[in-house]
Nanobody, 119 residues
Framework: QVQLVESGGGLVQPGGSLRLSCEAS????????MGWYRQAPGKERELVTTVDAGGRTQYSDSVKGRFTISRDNAKNTVYLQMNSLQPEDTAVYYC?????????????WGQGTQVTVSS
């Protein structure tokens, strides 16, 4: 069993910044990849960004140049630095991880954290 605990969401004005964090704990041998998804009301959940064990990253076009994903492998933690936030970034942000355990790789989700960008 693996648990992902997220923090850092909140209300911010347009142009502002937030930093999300997600710490994985439990039966972990290693984490292959971690990422962030988001879901706005009435819309599909979408991929925001991912980072693999070697530090290689991918970003959706909508956030590239504004968001930065990073990870601390020693702490099993991933971060999302969000700059130049806009109202269209408003969504519930979910942490996701592919985790190697003693059995087989499994995918886990965090509980989600609300990010609201508004004046």
């Amino acid at each position: 069993q693996v648990q992902l605990v997220e923090s850092g969401g909140g209300l911010v004005q347009p142009g502002g910044s937030l930093r999300l964090s997600c710490e994985a704990s439990g039966s972990i041998f290693s984490i292959n990849a971690m990422g962030w998804y988001r879901q706005a009301p009435g819309k599909e959940r979408e991929l925001v960004t991912t980072v693999d064990a070697g530090g290689r990253t991918q970003y959706s076009d909508s956030v590239k140049g504004r968001f930065t994903i990073s990870r601390d492998n020693a702490k099993n933690t991933v971060y999302l630095q969000m700059n130049s936030l806009q109202p269209e970034d408003t969504a519930v942000y979910y942490c996701n991880a592919w985790v190697d355990t003693r059995t087989v790789p499994r995918n886990y989700w965090g509980q989600g954290t609300q990010v609201t960008v508004s004046s």
